[in-house]
């Protein structure tokens, strides 16, 4: 559409994509090394998106990938304290003094960092317990289970640059795999690394309460 001879581009429309980010993929749209990236997994929907948070590149999980700068900026500002859970394969000791020290925090290079909640989901292995609840009871570790590896479920606010590995590593721990499993109102659940698809209404709209800046007011109280 053309207004006094001037091109005027009609605004994309707003998209919404859950993925369940692979290991070994980057979350930004440009990489000189030629690394693979997210971006790479999702067909053209007609919008330039962009990932609302990040995860590393040796990391997995939920990753929410949308056009929508208001959303995000509100998801990843530190006022909102929007909740991620992440499961995390530890070596080392994870007792109930460890827990403790993870959910009372520790002092890192760019400050105080703690978890709101550390749990031992009570499984050993690489194999990731699929689903936020963890494993079932009585489940049996897998084969390449060893001795001083558990797994964990951290659930932080923050989204500060490589916190889960390094709030881990101050107590002792050294994390083998990282997995985000749940972000804000949002859950991984049983979609497959590298299945997609995009949030329903009701889902955007969740969002955007939990993020408003009332809800924000209620968190930090």
């Keep these: 559409m053309a207004v006094d001879g001037r091109e005027i581009r009609r605004p994309e429309p707003k998209r919404y994509v859950l993925l369940h980010k692979p290991a070994?993929?980057?979350?930004?749209?440009?990489?000189?090394r030629g690394r693979p990236r997210v971006f790479d997994l999702l067909p053209e929907l007609g919008a330039r998106l962009h990932s609302a948070g990040r995860l590393d590149y040796d990391a997995e999980g939920l990753l929410l990938l949308t056009n929508d700068g208001?959303?995000?900026?509100?998801l990843t500002h530190p006022r909102h304290a929007v909740p991620r859970v992440y499961h995390v394969l530890v070596e080392g000791r994870t007792d109930a003094g460890v827990l403790a020290r993870l959910r009372h925090g520790v002092v890192l290079e760019d400050g105080p960092a703690r978890a709101d909640e550390a749990r031992c989901l009570g499984f050993v292995g690489s194999r990731h317990p699929r689903g936020e609840g963890g494993p079932r009871a009585g489940r049996?570790?897998?084969?390449?289970?060893?001795?001083?590896?558990s797994w964990l479920a951290l659930t932080l606010r923050e989204g500060r640059y490589r916190e889960v590995k390094r709030l881990c590593r101050a107590v002792g721990l050294r994390v083998l795999r990282l997995v985000r499993v749940a972000y804000g109102p949002l859950r991984l659940a049983r979609l497959g690394p590298g299945e997609w698809r995009q949030l329903t209404p009701r889902e955007?709209?969740?969002?955007?309460d939990a993020t408003a800046p009332a809800a924000a007011g209620r968190t930090l109280r």
């Excluded at 070994?24 to 000189?32: A, H, I, N, S, V």
């Excluded at 955007?204 to 955007?208: E, G, S």
């Design 24 to 32: 070994g993929y980057l979350t930004t749209r440009e990489d000189p």
């Design 70 to 74: 208001e959303l995000t900026y509100r």
């Design 140 to 149: 049996r570790p897998v084969a390449e289970a060893g001795p001083g590896k």
């Design 204 to 208: 955007v709209a969740t969002l955007q």
